[in-house]
């Protein structure tokens, strides 16, 4: 037996992408906004040379943090799409979507790179013993396994939403 759907009948995962959209997308807008007000003070002067790709990505942040935010305002355009049920919209967050799994794991290394510039930064900086700095390091190495896990845990939930917003019933709905 064929399934039939009811033209403009609303789903909730539709309704909840949407919102968790707005939800996201507004949050994303203001913490780029704080992000691109403190970038000054956050960055300090450093006195020794910092590893070449780390101070060309602190030399491009501003652009980085600009990219975001028209990203941020792009998913919030979405997800007012969404709520409307337009498909410009449905198809404009699958690919938003996409790039935000590229992007998360393409920050991965952006994770390690930061990571790694700060903790041994701050690690010269002081005097520890040798049983100390190891624990600092292994703290570090922590941190950035669960950042692992979580990232790739994020794009499993983003890939999830991509299957849903593409599946023949949201599809069906987007009418």
Partial sequence: ??????????SWFVNLTAWGFVVFGGAACVLVVLQYAALGSLVPA????????????????????????????????AAVGLLLRLEWARRVAIGVLALAIAAN???????????????SRAADLSVLPAAVRGLF??????????????????????AWVIRGLSSPAVRQEFA
């Avoid at 037996?1 to 609303?10: A, D, K, L, W, Y």
């Avoid at 292994?138 to 939930?157: I, R």
């Fill in 46 to 77: 450093w006195g020794t040379p910092l590893p070449a790709a780390t101070a060309v990505l602190l030399s491009n942040l501003p652009w980085v943090l600009g990219v975001a935010g028209a990203l941020s305002l792009l998913v919030l355009v």
């Fill in 137 to 158: 390091d292994g703290f570090a190495l922590a941190a950035q396994g669960l950042a692992l896990l979580l990232t790739l845990a994020a794009c499993a939930l983003l």
């Fill in 1 to 10: 037996m064929p399934q039939t759907f009811t033209v403009g009948s609303r």
């Fill in 105 to 119: 794991l393409g920050g991965l290394w952006l994770q390690h790179e930061v990571v790694q510039a700060l903790v």
